[in-house]
């Protein structure tokens, strides 16, 4: 489902685009775009949905590992 993503004060909504009708600045994402999201949600947080091609494209292209990177990133900020 195309979604739009509006910006209101501090804070971010998500819309369903069909049933809002688009604002200057509105972000919008069309459904390849939120599948995507959904599938990369969905493996962040254990959800059960994945989308195996898109899995297996998001490993490709996946070149550090996140809980390495947190670690080298805290130790910087240890020694400072």
């Known amino acids: 489902m195309a ?8 804070y971010w909504i998500a819309l369903c685009a069909v049933e809002s009708n688009p ?9 390849a775009i939120h599948q ?7 493996l962040d947080w254990n959800m059960g949905y994945e989308d195996p ?8 292209e996946k070149v550090k590992d996140s809980k ?4 080298k ?4 900020m240890e020694e400072k």
Request: net charge negative; aromatic share 8%; glycine share 0%.
């Open 36 to 42: 995507a999201l959904a599938t990369k949600f969905s």
């Open 73 to 76: 990133w805290l130790t910087k």
């Open 68 to 71: 390495e990177e947190i670690e």
């Open 3 to 10: 979604i739009r993503l509006r910006q209101i004060d501090e």
């Open 53 to 60: 091609k898109l899995i297996e494209l998001m490993k490709q």
């Open 23 to 31: 604002k200057e600045n509105d972000l919008y994402l069309d459904d």
